[in-house]
C-alpha cells in the first residue's frame, strides 16, 4: 500500500571482524520503553529494535522510562546507569519531548537534553536526538493536518541538532507523513493502543489511547529509524546500516480486494521479530481467515493473548513469503517471489513537509495548565495502604480519621517507597484515587510507578487529621504487578491511608498464613518469631505491641484498662488477622 519509490542500498556482506561490536542505547519515555507482557499489544519502539540489527555486529539495550521527561530521566536516576556503561563508539539515540511540558520546561528539556548529548560525547560515544513519533491527533479540518501536541519541544530538538552539532533523526516530520498516508482509522487500530472488545486478553473491555503503540506500530516507526539510518547525511549515523540484519518481505494480500475497512500494510522483517497481521471487515463482509504463501490456512498465533481469528500473529523467518486475508467469495494468492531478502529500501515517507513552521510559537502555552480531567471519579473499593510488602517508612496510627488499619509514613527522605504487590483484572486506562494527610504549606510529589512513571502532586491538608484524595489516571497492567509509590521531595511524601481504582476487581495478593483464635481474653497464635500483635483502642491509637513468644497471649496482660479493642495480627509486614476483642 505504502511501498514508496526505491533507492536501491548496496548490501555488501562483508565479515563481522571488518566492524567492531557496538552497543546501541535506547533512551527515552513511555513510547521508547520495553512493556510487561500483561500490556500486550503495547510495546515500546525500542523494545523490538535490537531485531533490526545483526546480534554479532550490534547490541542494542532499552532504557526507556514511562513517565519521563529529559529533566526527570537525567535527575530520576535513569540516565546514570547508561553514561557509567558508556563505551568509545558506542551510540545514544535520546528520544523525550512528550512528558516535559508536564514534569518539566522549555529550559529544563533544553539543559537536560544538552547534558545528556554532551556527556555521551566525552564518552566517545555518539548521540543521535530522536524526535517524537507525533500523537495521532487528526483534529481539525484540514485533511493534511495531525495536531502538534508536543508544540515547541520538536522545534527546539532541531535546533539543538544544530548548535551542538549531533545529528538528529526527525521522527516529528517522518511520522506526520506516515500518519497522514495511512489515515486515522489505520492509525488508531493497528498502530496505537486503540483496541476493540475482545481483541485481546489483556485488554478485556478494550482500549482507547491515541499516542502508544501497539506491536506493529512501534515496529512501523522502528523500522522508519533504520530507513533513515541507511540514507542520513551524518557519515557515523549511516555507517550504522552496515550493522543492520537482512530484511524479509510479507506480502499481504486481501481477497475479494476491497472486502476489508482495512488491513495491515506490507512491509519488511527480520528474523525472529514477531509479525502481526490483522483484518477489519467492512459491513456485511464475512472474514474467513488467513492464508499462507502455499494457500493454506494458517492457525495459532505466537501470542496467546491475541484473541481475534482476525488477528494472526507469527515468528519471522528467513525468507520473504505472502499472506492473504480471504473473504466470502475469495481464494488465497499464493506466493511466488524467490524468499530473498530486500536489497533495496523506502527512504522518506509520503508528503513532504513545505508548510511545516520551524520558528518557536510565541504563546505561552508551555505555562498554561490545562483544566485537570479525570476517565472516573467513581472509586469502586479502597484498598488498604498499611503494612507496605516493602517500603521506607512505617505504619503509624497516631492520626485520627484512617479508614484501615493505619497508615503508612513515608521516611523523611528522596526517594523513600513503599510498594504493594498488586493483581489487576485487565489492562487499560482508569482512575486511581489516593487518600492522604499532611500538614504544611508546600506540595509533596508521588511517582506512582506501575511499569511507568505517574507523578502525582498533594497539596496540604488542614492538618494531620484531615484527609483528602488526590486522583492520577494510570494504565493498569493485566494480571499481576508491582505497584510502587516514591517520594520526590526530602521531606517524604504524605501519609497514605488507602488507595483504589475506578474499576472492579483490583486486589492485593497477600500471602497464605495460618489463622488465630480468639476465646476470652486468650488470643492463640502460632509460634513465629515474625509474628507481632498489635492492639488499638476505638479511636484508631496504637495502645500496645508484642512479640509473639508463646501459642497464648493474655490481652488483659497488655492493656492497662478494659474496653473494645481493634486486634491485629502480623507475619512480617502482612496482617494475617484481625478481630475485635471485649478485654476485661
Known sequence: MIWQSLVAISMVIAPAAVWAKVTIYMCGDSTMQDWNAGYYP????????????DSGLATVKNHGAGGTAAETYYNGGKWAPVKNALQKGDYVFIKFGINDRNYSSEAGYRTYMTKMINEAKAKGAYPIIVNPVRRSDFRGTKQDSIYESYHNYPIIARELSKTLNTPIIDMDTLSRNYLLSVGQFYAHHYLNVVLDKGEYSNYANGNNDNLHFQQNGAIAFGRIITEQLRVHPDAQVKKLADYLAPMYKVDVKVSPAGSD???????YYPKGMTVTLKTTPKSGKKFLGWYDGNGKKVSGNANASVKSDKIYTFVMGSASTQYTAVYEGGTAEKYTGDGKALTSFPTGTPKKLSDVAYSVETTAKDTVQEEEKHISLDIKNFIDAANPDTGNGATEANH????????????????STAEYKMKFPSAGYVTMGIRYSFAGTEERS?????DHDYIVKFKPTADWDTWDTAYVDLDLINGEGILKFISMTENGGPNIDAFGFSVDGVERIVPEVETTSLKGDILSVSKNKNTR?????????LVARKLSGSDNIDLSDIVQASGIYRII???????FSATWANIK
Open 42 to 53: 503495547k510495546q515500546g519502539i525500542g523494545q523490538n529494535f535490537g531485531y533490526f540489527f
Open 261 to 267: 475497512q482495512a488491513t495491515t500494510i506490507s512491509s
Open 400 to 415: 485520627e480519621g484512617y479508614t484501615g488499619n493505619g497508615f503508612f509514613n513515608f521516611e523523611n527522605a528522596l526517594n
Open 446 to 450: 508521588l511517582n506512582v510507578y506501575l
Open 533 to 541: 500483635i498489635d492492639v488499638f483502642d476505638m479511636s484508631g491509637r
Open 569 to 575: 495480627v502480623r507475619n512480617g509486614k502482612h496482617k
